[in-house]
């Protein structure tokens, strides 16, 4: 009967809250005042690079009009932007601005750069959170399936296709799934973010969020959620498959292991069903991993949301960097690139939180 009780929950690793609460408490403090204070220097560090990578070409006005204007207007302007004085002179200031939220002005299209960034960050926030949800729907139930299923043909199928989702290209993935279901098809339109009568409409609201599906939910407006779930559709499957591989192998990995485990084997042996151990004994634990590496996986969508965007012309930041770099504007790609660091880092805080939480372990 002892051995039957101890049996019925999977064993901690670690002894409850109850044992060492003070320990366990100021543990955990510890290590999110130490994750937090981590962002700072990376952050750091991650505008240092930008800002001297940017400046290997030389000055930004030069690298943007060069050609285009006569050597004294070139010199005019390098002038009155002040890229004219000593590059650590520049750096210096740069930093300031960047601490109190002035990224500076595009050369390109005279815009504030921080206006860029609240116009189109939306954009790009919702195909992340719609593609990071494809992944999950995909990558875990076929990764259970999977590691059920082990060494069997549905198996090997599965592990084929998680290769395929991480190695293939995203724009080839999008042109192909343009090419099917935009196309051959017909069933779902193949750029943009919505039809123009929803656009226009959802343009019109009084302090949109930017996210358009949100901002049609809120109107009330359903033939404008419904155009913007269609077009959401192939942009977030698209970059999602790139992240759902890596799920699928994860989750299957961890649920194999777990399964070996004594604990699993003693619940076995008692006539505890498959579905049971495969759902409540190995689900959670298989979950631990994907959360530990969501943050780096969340850097990968937003790697992936510059060439998703340009595919299926979703007029987000990746959109705009791609178009910024033609112009050789290095003002906004520089804007753009530091803000994508800094939802990177404050990302991956949030999520060794989460997973501090869930398995306390992360946190010593």
């Not at 700072?40 to 505008?47: E, G, H, R």
């Amino acid at each position: 009967m002892a051995i039957t009780t101890e049996l019925a929950e999977e064993p901690s690793a670690l002894p409850g809250p109850t044992t060492k609460p003070t320990k366990a408490g100021g543990s955990f403090a510890r290590y999110l005042v130490t994750r937090f204070l981590l962002i700072f220097p990376t952050i750091f560090i991650l505008v240092t690079l930008v800002f001297f990578l940017m400046r290997i070409t030389g000055d930004p006005i030069t690298a943007a009009l060069g050609g285009r204007l006569t050597p004294g207007q070139l010199a005019e302007r390098i002038a009155e932007a002040g890229y004219d004085r000593p590059v650590m002179v520049q750096y210096f200031e740069y930093l300031g601005q960047v601490f109190t939220g002035n990224f500076g002005r595009t050369i390109s299209d005279n815009r504030a750069v921080t206006e860029v960034l609240l116009t189109y960050g939306s954009a790009t926030a919702e195909l992340a959170f719609n593609s990071l949800l494809i992944a999950l729907l995909i990558g875990i139930p076929f990764g259970l399936l999977s590691a059920k299923l082990r060494d069997r043909w549905p198996d090997a199928m599965l592990r084929v296709f998680a290769i395929l989702c991480y190695a293939t290209p995203v724009f080839f993935a999008g042109l192909l799934l343009k090419l099917i279901f935009g196309v051959w098809l017909g069933w779902l339109p193949i750029a943009g973010r919505a039809g123009i009568n929803a656009e226009l409409s959802l343009t019109r609201l009084q302090n949109p969020s930017g996210i358009y599906l949100l901002d049609a939910l809120r109107s009330g407006n359903m033939e404008a959620a419904s155009d913007v779930i269609q077009h959401a559709i192939l942009p977030a499957v698209a970059l999602g498959l790139l992240t759902a591989g890596v799920f699928l192998r994860l989750v299957r990995t961890n649920v194999i292991g777990t399964l070996g485990r004594e604990y699993v084997e003693a619940g076995r042996s008692r006539g505890v069903s498959e579905y049971r151990l495969l759902t409540k004994h190995a689900y959670r634990p298989a979950l631990i991993p994907i959360i530990t590496v969501m943050g780096l996986q969340i850097a990968l969508l937003l790697g992936g949301a510059v060439l998703t965007e340009t595919t299926f012309e979703w007029k987000g930041l990746g959109f705009m960097l791609a178009q910024y770099l033609t112009a050789r504007d290095f003002v906004a790609v520089q804007g753009i690139v530091v803000l994508l660091a800094v939802i990177v880092a404050l990302t991956n805080f949030i999520v060794d939180i989460v997973a501090a939480l869930i398995d306390p372990r992360v946190r010593f």
